[in-house]
Nanobody
């Protein structure tokens, strides 16, 4: 059984920072693509960031335009975790944030939620103005 558990959400004022973490258990994710998505109240779930293996020990990442330059995704394969550092937070970043994992290895649409095989339960991030 694969499980993803997010942590680190909370309440922060605009301009502040939060760090989210996703712990994976039940499988080794060093070769899996990992992503973060979010769902704001009244809106559909949207892509935030992903990190994917591109070589023996190299990874590449991409971000939604709305978070580029403010958010950073990273992973620790020894601990089976993926992190999302969120800086310069804005009220429009308020959402439930979800961690996801994909077993896709090639021609992966990593910004699409449909590409992912496993999901966490989500963690709430609230940014006040």
């Amino acid at each position: 059984q694969v499980q993803l558990v997010e942590s680190g959400g909370g309440f922060v004022q605009a301009g502040g920072s939060l760090s989210l973490s996703c712990a994976a258990s039940g499988r080794t994710f060093s070769t899996a693509g990992m992503g973060w998505f979010r769902r704001a109240p009244g809106k559909e779930r949207e892509f935030v960031a992903y990190i994917m293996r591109s070589g023996d020990s190299t990874y590449y990442a991409d971000y939604a335009d709305s978070v580029k330059g403010r958010f950073a995704i990273s992973r620790d394969n020894n601990k089976n975790t993926v992190n999302l550092q969120m800086n310069s937070l804005k009220p429009e970043d308020t959402a439930v944030y979800y961690c996801a994992a994909t077993l896709c290895r090639a021609y992966c649409r990593l910004s699409s939620s449909g590409q992912y095989d496993y999901w966490g339960q989500g963690t709430q991030v609230t940014v006040s103005s």
